[in-house]
């Protein structure tokens, strides 16, 4: 599996609640998905090592379980895979180097991305997907009292993707905006994933989002590494009803290594 140091080169794009909301505050639970398909099971369980327990999902998902009792008031969720942008040498740079900017803006499920934040406004979940150069990953941590929301949210990632052309209109003029004012949009910055105004000009949202949706179409190429004050007798109905239940298929990917930074390329 890729090493989580590489794909964590840039910041996130992150569905996340409100800091602020108090420790002690009861937040109503919400429903993010309208119909889920029908639930899968536990059946392999073995233990791992370093304190990790290894679940293996009917739909061929592998989950890695640490029960953490020191870490009282938070959950966490790693969602890894391999591939990244290194398996795209032929999509312009441009388009690779805003996937993570286009996937925020764009909404989840049946919600805009404004709707959405409003919608968990309060609530104290944070998600976060990022594709990198070598692999996908679904960064999330929660509060006991939240988790159904964190697999609600990791479940549509892997399932209702949205575009939403109007909302990146709306970002790229921000964004062109933002680069002309501190005048890193005229390719005096060479970093390998610098936007210049040029290439913001020249996105292909709809292919940018294709991309987008291929990276998070199989979930069955996915590991994922949960932490937390949990008893498996909470964990496991939510691992049957939001991951087991995903559509997986038996490919698995490894990324190009001796690709080379294919953001670093000219259109």
Not at 149 to 158: E, R, V
């Amino acid at each position: 599996m890729f090493c989580l140091s590489v794909l964590l080169t840039s910041s996130f794009t992150t569905v996340s609640a409100e800091s602020e909301a108090p420790a002690a505050e009861t937040v109503n639970s919400v429903s993010l998905i309208q119909q889920l398909p029908a639930p899968g099971r536990i059946v392999r369980n073995v233990p791992n090592r370093n304190g990790f327990t290894r679940y293996t999902l009917s739909n061929g998902i592998t989950v890695l379980f640490h029960q953490d009792s020191e870490r009282t008031n938070e959950i966490t969720m790693y969602a890894l895979s391999n591939g990244g942008t290194s398996l795209y040498p032929n999509i312009p740079s441009a388009d690779l180097k805003v996937l993570n900017e286009c996937l925020n803006v764009s909404g989840l499920g049946r919600y805009s991305e404004r709707e959405l934040q409003q919608t968990l406004k309060g609530h104290k979940v944070s998600v976060t997907p990022y594709i990198g150069l070598y692999g996908e990953l679904i960064s999330s941590s929660t509060t006991p009292g939240e988790l159904e929301t964190m697999f609600q949210l990791n479940h549509l990632y892997f399932t209702s993707l949205r575009t939403d052309l109007t909302a990146f209109n709306s970002w790229r003029e921000h964004k062109r905006e933002e680069m002309s004012v501190n005048g890193n949009g005229n390719g005096k910055d060479k970093s390998a994933c610098a936007l210049t105004i040029k290439e913001l000009d020249v996105i292909n949202y709809d292919l940018v989002m294709q991309v987008v949706a291929q990276r998070f179409s199989n979930a069955g190429d996915f590991t994922f590494v949960i932490s937390g004050n949990i008893s498996e007798g909470v964990l496991i109905p939510l691992l049957e009803k939001y991951i087991a239940s995903l559509r997986t298929n038996n490919r698995h990917e490894q990324a190009d290594y001796h690709a080379y930074d294919t953001t670093s390329r000219t259109s």
